[in-house]
């Protein structure tokens, strides 16, 4: 998720539409082009360079975790409580006759572990974790960056398997707030905006849906999905979905609130790795768009 600059990215969204770019939704996707693995999307009406196999967790039930160094800008008790309301946003979601999506998102509590890591022969957590004092995903050789937040989301290249998701929020260059006044960057905004890249939605080109790609200062609307995203996520997780094993919430390979490197062997995090593992892919999703800063340096 971007800031958004409003005249740089209005002028952006208006290039794309007047190019005949008028899908809704997307759901991120891997496709192979030219034998290589690439993020992509699959959207809504269907768009020109939609390609690949959709990405979907294929369990009923996901676990997030917060990393405990949480940040100096809102306690992890609040964090705990943002986090919880973000992702209810897209499971509660009605998708016709009361019935909902079919994933439900759980809370893991405390890890150790603030890294960004998915081990395939270890436990896993699926983090968020505050950079309070370096944002690692600079991106444009100048020291700064428009990114508020990232998903960072690892799957199975092959099906699509979403296997882990950790989000990243980038509290130092940005001021969170929790209120519903006196706000700047609302954290229940952007964190409901990640929930959605980590249950494997990508950008909506609709400008006042929650997966839209820019967040503008000051403003909450980003907290309720919009029917775009309503339609998103319930396509993504039909309620009549049959989901794959049992409602634990647990990772691949176990739950471990410690990062692979303090991981202790013979430990209950430690199961064999799935023979059937593919080649899983990272996928920073906010990273796709860093069309706003380059903008507005012309
Ligand atoms: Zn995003």
Known sequence: MRSRFPAIALALVVVLVGEGWAAAYCRSSVCKVDGKTIHGKVCAPPADDDCGTVLQWRQPCVGFALAKAGS?????????????????AWTTIDCGGGQHPSIEVDDLGIVSCGKVEYNQHGGNANIIVFRDDEWPHMDDGGGTTDTIALTTVTYDVTKGDIFDADMEINS??????????????????????????????????????????????????????????????????????????????????????????TQTEGSCAFVP?????????????????????????C
């Open 72 to 88: 100096r800008q809102v306690s992890l008790a609040e964090i705990e409580k943002v986090a919880k309301v973000s992702f209810a």
């Open 172 to 261: 130092v260059q940005n001021t969170f707030t929790t209120s519903d006044t006196m706000v700047d960057v609302d954290l229940r905004s952007v964190m409901t905006h990640e929930a959605g890249h980590f249950l494997g939605l990508a950008h909506s080109t609709v400008m006042d849906a929650t997966m839209f790609p820019n967040y503008t200062n000051g403003t909450l609307d980003l907290r309720a999905p919009k029917d775009d995203d309503q339609q998103a996520i319930c396509n993504a997780y039909p309620p009549d979905r049959t989901p794959r094993g049992t409602c634990d919430g647990l990772p691949r390979h176990g739950f471990s609130p410690e990062c692979q490197a």
């Open 273 to 297: 790795a799935s023979s059937g593992l593919s080649l899983v892919a990272l996928l920073p999703f906010a990273a796709l768009l860093g069309l706003a800063r380059r903008r507005r340096r």
